[in-house]
Antibody
Framework: QVQLVESGGGLVKPGGSLRLSCAAS????????MTWIRQAPGEGLEWVSY????????IYADSVKGRFTISRDNAKRSLYLQMNSLRVEDTAVYYC???????????WGQGTLVTVSS | DIQMTQSPSSLSASVGDSVTITCRAS??????LNWYQQKPGKAPKLLIY???TLQSGVPSRFSGSGSGTDFTLTISSLRPEDFATYYC?????????FGQGTKVEIK
């Protein structure tokens, strides 16, 4: 079955960096577009970034543009989110999800918590 | 960016009730509207895509309708496991924005 497992979250000071990973299994990863979504504590869902299956196209929310970089390694069946210049308001659970041909987020990981605090 | 507005933000209902959640887009998104269910401490789960198509395994008491800018999610005959927060999301253009969520609570 489809499995997505995020890792790399933790506590970081403002201005710091983190790299999140999402390990995929149970499906043909190279065929799927992927998306990162985040959820601040007690808040709703925020779409963060998207990458095409071939890595030829990426897009970011304005709130993270210029600070976050999405990438993937299809050979390793892994998705990444490099987060630089972190701010307190980036504190959230970060989810990776498959962005399937139905134009919906049809499989989600369990999330990884990023806390930005001094 | 397309803004998605859900109403109500929360509602209380009893087991067996029928409830309707509304989602309005700031511009036409044709039928590119998805619904997700999220339970506390869990990842969201896709319920409905393309306005009205049930994701595999989703019970038929869930239904979606609408087009253009106005959409609804209806849960007929609420069951205990349906108490959760529901989000709409447009997939017409990037960023693929979400509504703010509707929490369905037990009365």
């Amino acid at each position: 079955q489809v499995q997505l497992v995020e890792s790399g979250g933790g506590l970081v000071k403002p201005g710091g960096s983190l790299r999140l990973s999402c390990a995929a299994s149970g499906f043909t990863f190279r065929d799927y577009d992927m998306t990162w979504i985040r959820q601040a504590p007690g808040e709703g869902l925020e779409w963060v970034s998207y990458i095409r299956s071939s890595s030829t196209y990426t897009i970011y929310a304005d709130s993270v543009k210029g600070r976050f970089t999405i990438s993937r390694d299809n050979a390793k069946r892994s998705l990444y989110l490099q987060m630089n210049s972190l701010r307190v308001e980036d504190t959230a659970v970060y989810y990776c999800a498959t962005d399937g041909p139905i134009s919906a987020l049809d499989n989600w990981g369990q999330g990884t918590l990023v806390t930005v605090s001094s | 960016d397309i803004q998605m507005t859900q109403s109500p933000s929360s509602l209380s209902a009893s087991v067996g009730d029928s409830v309707t959640i509304t989602c309005r887009a700031s511009q036409s998104i044709r039928s590119y509207l998805n619904w997700y269910q999220q339970k506390p401490g869990k990842a969201p789960k896709l319920l409905i895509y393309d306005t009205s198509t049930l994701q595999s395994g989703v019970p038929s008491r869930f239904s979606g309708s609408g087009s253009g800018t106005d959409f609804t999610l209806t849960i007929s005959s609420l069951r205990p496991e349906d108490f959760a927060t529901y989000y709409c999301q447009q997939s017409y253009s990037s960023p693929r924005t979400f509504g703010q969520g509707t929490k369905v609570e037990i009365k």
